[in-house]
């Protein structure tokens, strides 16, 4: 046996290793990876739907229930506050209306 074919014995061994450990490490990470999503489904994304479904769900802290009325804010529009009994859209619009259209 000459140096020649031992050192690819050896060099073939260690690539045949190699690669069947990343077979295993990528396997390990696959399934891994597949047990958090499935603990995220059952933990997080079910629970979710349930209360969906029930009709018992509550909206995340500071966002307004869809079922209950919203005023939407409307004081610093304008970048000035709202003063009460005054309507700035009624004084802006009699003033456009007097305004000729252009053509």
Do not use: Y
């Amino acid at each position: 046996m000459n140096w020649e074919t031992a050192l690819l014995t050896v060099l073939g061994g260690f690539l045949a290793s190699l690669s069947g450990l990343l077979v295993e490490w990528w396997r390990e990470s696959r399934r891994l990876r597949d047990r958090h999503f499935e603990d995220i489904k059952q933990h997080c994304l079910e629970p979710i739907l349930e209360d969906c479904i029930e009709g018992e769900a509550t909206p995340p802290h500071g966002v307004a229930p869809l079922n209950e009325a919203h005023d939407p804010p409307t004081s610093g529009l304008l970048g000035e506050p709202e003063v009460a009994g005054e309507d700035p859209v009624e004084e802006v619009v009699p003033e456009d209306l007097t305004q000729p259209v252009p053509t």
